[in-house]
């Protein structure tokens, strides 16, 4: 993948620590040659704590906006002049736009991660959602699964507090649970659709699920989604998928969320579905 630079291209980057292993310098500059945009997309390590001092680096060296992976996401919502109802819904920005000196913070994780539900013909609206895990990734799925009108959405976390506090706020639809055997036992037997939010199972993560025996209460024709991208097939996956299950991994999530960043960094309209699709073989699929 090249992209053509001359003296008017404008910058993109994507923040995090550790971010050397992201992918998404390789999605969006093939989007960007895909386009014929004038931008390069670029991967800035940047420490915990340091988020304000590179916004200001950022201002400075005139980039047009940045993406934010870990640590930085929640560390920027105050630093932003304007706020986008789901960054300011979930506490914290994964995409940020520099324009005529003032900043904007967006977030598409959780837009990205229902138009991939859609896609896969998994729609919530009106569905009981069991979801595992209470951390950054979860507080955006479960609030935009709760403001697109899902019925219900348990949270399981390990650190039952976490999930406590994450239903707090939208109390009406999201309650929080346990994340013990018998509570996902009980929980999956009258569960519409099912969503892995923790790191269990990721390539590089400590630790996996113990025990899987919970997939088998899941009514036959549940769908099971997993965030985790790498591997594209969990172990949750692959149990999910020999009982029977539909299963969707987190690739889509992750271009959609890309796509729609680069939407906003770029003003351009983008047809989301067909340049998904363009992009997956580029991560494997
Ligand atoms: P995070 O904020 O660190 O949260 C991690 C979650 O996993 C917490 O709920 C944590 O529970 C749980 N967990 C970790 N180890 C556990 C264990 N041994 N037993 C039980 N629970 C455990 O991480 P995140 O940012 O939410 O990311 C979570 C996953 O989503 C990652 O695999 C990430 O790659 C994926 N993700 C994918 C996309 C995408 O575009 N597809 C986007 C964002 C994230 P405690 O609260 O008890 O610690």
Same mark, same amino acid.
């Given at each position: ?23 998404? =310098? ?149 309650? =929080? ?109």
């Amino acid at each position: 993948m090249q992209v053509e630079l001359n003296n008017t291209t404008k910058k993109l980057c994507v923040i995090g620590d550790p971010v050397l292993h992201s992918k998404s =310098p390789l999605i969006q500059n093939t989007m960007i040659q895909a386009l014929g945009l004038d931008y390069v997309y670029l991967c800035q390590p940047v420490r915990a704590g340091e988020a304000a001092r590179w916004l200001e680096c950022a201002r400075f060296a005139g980039y047009a906006g940045f993406n934010a992976t870990m640590p930085h996401k929640e560390d920027l919502l105050p630093l932003m002049d304007e706020l986008d109802e789901d960054a300011r819904l979930y506490g914290s920005v994964n995409t940020v736009c520099i324009k005529d000196e003032k900043v904007y913070g967006y977030n598409t994780d959780g837009r990205g991660f229902f138009q991939a539900l859609l896609d896969a013909g998994f729609d919530p609206r009106g569905r009981r959602v069991v979801l595992l895990g209470a951390g950054g990734a979860a507080k955006a799925v479960s609030l935009k699964l709760a403001q697109q009108g899902a019925a219900s959405v348990t949270i399981c976390n390990r650190t039952v507090e976490k999930a406590q506090a994450l239903c707090g706020k939208a109390p009406k639809i999201l309650s =929080p649970a346990g994340f013990d055997m018998d509570t996902l036992q009980a929980l999956a037997a009258s569960a519409d659709l099912l969503v892995n939010c923790t790191s269990l199972g990721m390539t590089g993560a400590k630790g996996q699920f113990d025990d899987l025996s919970f997939l088998e209460a899941l009514p036959a024709g549940v769908p099971v989604c997993d965030l985790i991208y790498a591997p594209l097939e969990t172990a949750l996956l692959a149990r999910a998928r020999e009982l029977g299950h539909s299963t969707l991994n987190g690739l889509s999530m992750l271009l959609y969320q890309a796509i729609f960043a680069l939407e906003h960094f770029t003003g351009v309209s983008i047809d989301a579905p067909a340049m998904a699709r363009r992009l997956a073989p580029l991560l494997g699929a």
